[in-house]
């Protein structure tokens, strides 16, 4: 089968572990894998040209004026300093936590108290908006801030 998982070899891929750019379909195979994953500094050449299904495939359901576009996205994969600190299990594991909350927004206000996040925001802001100036803490918790209130209104 073409494009299968290749954890479980039984169902078409859907998913790409961001360590190791390995194929998976589905929760239970990605749990049995990182047990496992090795990363590699390889892994963003496997397969991520902007014509790879897994990465052109990608529509925005809702785009406003504040949305990154995808190429710009993209460049996150290749940057060695988001790698590096992607590397540390407290981030991972912070970052694991804000994705799989009801309210992630609430938790940004947390977030941004804690330096490594301040600082993995930071190279991310540098990759997909480079040049643009630095926010002090003040206006990035203003405009956390904004965006938790819009979000209660809805």
Do not use: W
């Amino acid at each position: 089968m073409l494009n299968e998982c290749e954890v479980c070899r039984q169902v078409q891929q859907k998913y790409r572990c961001p360590v190791c750019s390995i194929k998976y379909c589905s929760v239970p195979c990605f749990k049995s894998h990182r047990d496992n994953c090795i990363p590699t500094d390889s892994a963003q050449d496997k397969d991520t040209s902007p014509e790879s299904p897994a990465v052109g495939a990608f529509e925005y359901r809702h785009q406003t004026s504040e949305t990154v576009p995808v190429e710009k996205l993209q460049l996150l994969g290749q940057s060695k300093e988001l790698k590096n600190l992607l590397r540390n299990t407290h981030l991972q594991e912070f970052l694991k936590s804000i994705d799989s909350a009801e309210n992630p927004p609430r938790l940004m206000r947390k977030a941004m108290h804690e330096p490594l996040f301040v600082e993995f925001v930071d190279e991310c802001l540098k990759v997909v908006e480079p040049g643009q100036r630095e926010l002090t803490d003040e206006q990035v918790l203003e405009v956390i801030q904004q965006q938790i209130e819009s979000s209660e209104d809805q």
